[in-house]
């Protein structure tokens, strides 16, 4: 039976919690007051109720364990969009040594005799200083949604349970009548038989998740519970490639091979060669198979109006935009911003772009990855031509709006060739990164890139340069 665990609650459902239980009762209150405390609360993040309970009382017990790494423990996908189920976080509670005991209880529908019975066996446990997470109704309504809490102690007096409200920010030990609580508690699945459901809390041999590096899994499960909101439709398969999120209106077998081959390729290889840290937010890629929904979902899901036919990068939308029926190109060129972004913050437009447009096309060679000569190589060799190729010195002096928006029609191509050869020539690597060491001393490149050529007259390079250029052929 698949069990949901739910979910973020609204202040009417919390409310509804308080109201009667249609006559049921637990019958008299033999039960001495118990109250385990001082256990912090904390409030879940979307639908992580089950993994909030369980960081509260690891806190108890002294440990840091976040309900991130409670999700990570549990094995999810977080392709599934949501936080645990009863399944997934008795795995993890177990997995991080807690013994849990059984956690599904059948009980006959209606029988009050048979709650007692389970409020018994749980309030033993909080007597022995054990608490519990169970899963139970929002409210006795057909609309109550499931919802984990953890139980801490009872008020005799009162006749109330104690519990942490994970839904709440101020849902430190709160209250509700008992009637009500076994009353919610049980899970109505059947007409003859209900199920009632507790994770016990007793350490046994507490070992916390090692943290997983980059953004982890929780993150990423986050992050698609807010990404489902956008989608436009069942027709957009999804993929996980970290630190990318890849989404795509091809066929599903596409575009996992997409995800994979080109997203997962470029991004191994560019990290292998330059970059050590990734994207400082998970980066969506969308893959719009054709210009025509392009055009649509540029605007149905962004209010953009592109200006390029291939795609673009938004970092207001923490995105990637791509019409892939033009090719994969533009799509390695884009991932390589946000690892630059990340890694390079300073790095001038001329080497951002420069290497960018180097692996519009490109390969792999002994493992590396490496771009070919393109499309762009036509108009450089025109620009050389004519003597309308400005000198190095220039060109890494441009600011981000010289090189973009005064772009005499050669930056792109000089950057990306002069990155071209410093690759042929096994220099490009090293340039990057000493650049990226002198970056404060040097904030161009222009002394970086002189020192590694080993040149002393720029103008004479230039010309050798130019000539190697106009030697390059594409196709």
């Known amino acids: 039976m698949k069990l949901t665990s739910r979910l973020v609650l609204s202040a009417s459902l919390i409310l509804a919690t308080a109201l009667p239980s249609h006559g049921r009762h637990v019958g008299t209150p033999a039960y001495k007051s118990v109250l385990i405390k001082n256990v912090p609360h904390v409030r879940q993040k979307p639908d992580f109720c089950g993994e909030a309970c369980a960081e509260m009382y690891l806190g108890k017990l002294g440990h840091k364990t976040t309900q991130d790494d409670v999700f990570n423990a549990s094995g999810l996908d977080p392709l599934e969009a949501r936080g645990c189920y009863t399944k997934e976080l008795a795995a993890a509670l177990r997995a991080i040594g807690f013994s849990t005991g059984d956690v599904w209880h059948r009980v006959p529908a209606g029988s009050d005799e048979a709650m007692r019975a389970e409020w018994r066996a749980l309030h033993s446990d909080l007597v022995a200083e054990i608490p519990s997470i169970v899963c139970m109704r929002t409210s006795n309504t057909s609309s109550a949604t499931e919802h984990f809490r953890l139980v801490l102690g009872y008020d005799a007096k009162k006749e109330k349970v104690i519990y942490h409200e994970p839904a709440e920010a101020m849902g430190a030990y709160k209250q509700m009548p008992l009637s009500t609580f076994t009353s919610c508690w049980p899970l109505r699945y059947g007409r003859k038989e209900w199920t009632v459901i507790r994770l016990r809390l007793k350490p046994a041999a507490i070992k916390p998740p090692a943290a997983q590096q980059g953004y982890s899994d929780a993150q990423f499960a986050q992050h698609m519970m807010e990404l489902k909101k956008k989608l436009p439709g069942k027709a957009f398969t999804v993929a996980i490639q970290k630190p990318f999120v890849v989404i795509g209106d091809e066929s599903p077998r596409v575009v996992r091979a997409r995800a994979e081959r080109t997203v997962q390729w470029a991004a191994e290889r560019l990290k292998k060669q330059y970059f050590t840290k990734d994207p400082d937010d998970i980066i969506d890629i969308w893959l719009f198979k054709d210009k025509a929904s392009y055009r649509k979902h540029t605007w149905s899901i962004f209010k953009d109006r592109p200006d390029t036919p291939f795609g673009y990068s938004s970092p207001e939308h923490k995105a990637l935009i791509m019409n892939i029926a033009t090719g994969g190109g533009t799509l390695v060129h884009e991932i390589v911003h946000p690892f630059v972004a990340a890694n390079f913050p300073e790095c001038p ?118 000539k190697y250029v106009l030697g390059l052929h594409f196709p």
């Open 349 to 466: 437009a001329w080497l951002n772009e420069g290497l960018g447009s180097l692996y519009e096309q490109s390969t792999s060679r002994d493992g590396k990855i490496v771009g070919l000569t393109n499309w762009r190589l036509e108009g450089l060799q025109k620009a050389i031509k004519g003597r309308r190729v400005p000198s190095f010195k220039a060109l890494t002096r441009t600011s981000d709006h010289e090189f973009y928006d005064e772009d005499p029609g050669t930056n792109y191509g000089q950057a990306r060739y002069l990155c071209y050869y410093l690759q042929e020539k096994g220099l490009l690597e090293k340039f990057y990164h000493d650049f990226h060491a002198s970056r404060k001393k040097d904030p161009t490149g222009y002394n970086t890139l002189q020192k590694v050529l080993g040149e002393k007259d720029m103008d004479e390079f230039k010309a050798r340069w130019e």
